[in-house]
């Protein structure tokens, strides 16, 4: 990796993560519906295409032509709320989530059955306990779904350099919408990985840079239910990151899943962007940057493309920074302008609170 890359400032870093998160939302969503492994040369293809469009300015590309999902919608809403209230308001993330939802159920290809929780929290106007819809999913023991680990990213901003209130919010925000402990402990894996990658210098050993990861989640989640099947997870990214090369498309998904439910996105995640960090891990990758590998990566081989690569995204912008992320697709990606611009509110945010806690 050259020098440059390890002397990011941290706005680059916290932008990286904002705008790596919508492109691979936005690159994966053209092959969430097909759920399967694609060969690479089919998801290089298109990204290339939506490169070379940009470049003869054809179709006008001022606002975004290639669009974003849900993911994005959840993250949009979370970051929104945080910046404006200055706080945590839950009634406030409830109602806009809903009502971002209710503006396009379909379009933006939400989960199958989180839109009971929306319908409920309509009903209420969102007002009351704006946690009991999400705890009567799935007969009561709520969602074990990757939705509140694919929006976790404006929390690991927000709260950078604060682990303990990091992860009380993300929990938090986790139970609008996801109360199963897999669920939760999805969006705190996911965060946790945000955060390392963020303050990690070069990484030279993945293996390492995953022991350590597991090993804070372990200590410092609040959710010790379920704890194993993260452990489990984990224990196979790193299996598979030994093998370096060798890896094949197949082998990650029957080892990690690459699918809807948290414990099969995050893990993935953590592995696209791990395996990534070496050129020629995947030779057919070999001509891009450690970001568009891993998004290119983490869309070919997953079930659940659009978010298992808007995960990995979010962790690669907060290692490589904002730079990385080829400017024809920030044209592209709808959306890009409002990611810059949360990313910017949320390093004042943080940067104001480290400042008050230095005083
Ligand atoms: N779901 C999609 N895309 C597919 C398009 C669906 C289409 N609209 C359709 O109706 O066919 N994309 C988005 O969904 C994922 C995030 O989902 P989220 O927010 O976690 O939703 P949900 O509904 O809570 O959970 C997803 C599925 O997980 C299974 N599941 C969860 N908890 C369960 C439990 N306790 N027991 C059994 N199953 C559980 C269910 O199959 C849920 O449907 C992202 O991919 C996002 O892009
Ligand atoms: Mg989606
Ligand atoms: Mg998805």
């Not at 999913?137 to 694919?150: L, P, R, V």
């Not at 390392?196 to 989640?217: P, R």
């Not at 891990?281 to 070919?300: D, E, I, K």
């Amino acid at each position: 990796m050259a020098t440059q890359e390890l002397e990011l400032s941290l706005l680059s870093r916290f932008q990286g993560v904002s705008l790596g998160a919508l492109f691979g939302d936005c690159l994966g969503a053209k092959f969430e519906t097909n759920w399967s492994v694609l060969p690479y040369e089919k998801v290089i293809s298109y990204y290339e295409t939506i490169k070379d469009k940009v470049a003869m300015g054809t179709p006008k590309a001022d606002s975004g032509f290639v669009h974003y999902t849900d993911d994005t919608c959840m993250t949009f809403d979370l970051a929104k709320s945080l910046t404006k209230n200055r706080k945590y308001k839950p009634q406030d993330v409830a109602k806009r989530f809903t009502e971002t939802f209710f503006a396009s159920p379909k379009e933006r290809n939400y989960g199958r059955h989180v839109a009971k929780v929306f319908s409920k929290l309509k009903e209420n106007s969102c007002r009351g306990d704006v946690y009991k819809p999400a705890s009567e999913q799935f007969g009561g023991s709520g969602s074990y779904g990757n939705g509140s680990a694919m929006r976790v990213s404006p929390v690991a901003l927000l709260h950078h350099d604060n682990i303990i209130e990091m992860l009380t919010l993300v929990v938090a925000q986790s139970k609008l919408t996801h109360t199963n402990p897999r669920g939760i402990n999805g969006a705190v894996l996911q965060a946790l990985a945000i955060e390392k990658a963020m303050t990690s210098g070069k990484i030279d050993n993945a293996k390492i840079f995953c022991q350590e990861l597991l090993d804070q989640f372990k200590e410092i989640t609040p959710i010790k239910e379920d704890m194993e099947i993260f452990e489990n997870g984990m224990s196979n990214v790193m299996e598979l990151l030994e093998k370096e090369s060798e890896v094949t498309p197949r082998e990650i998904v029957s080892k990690l899943g690459t699918g809807v439910l948290a414990i099969q996105a995050v893990p993935p995640a953590i592995f696209f962007f791990l395996h990534s960090l070496k050129t020629n891990n995947v030779p057919t990758l070999s001509t891009y940057n450690g970001m568009v590998r891993t998004v290119l990566y983490a869309t070919s081989v997953s079930h659940d493309s659009d978010t298992v690569a808007c995960m990995a995204g979010a962790i690669a912008g907060a290692y490589y920074g904002v730079d990385s992320i080829p400017s024809e697709w920030v044209t592209a990606c709808e959306g890009s302008d409002k990611a810059m611009k949360l990313a910017n509110k949320l390093y004042k945010m943080n940067e104001n609170s480290r400042k008050n806690k230095k005083s």
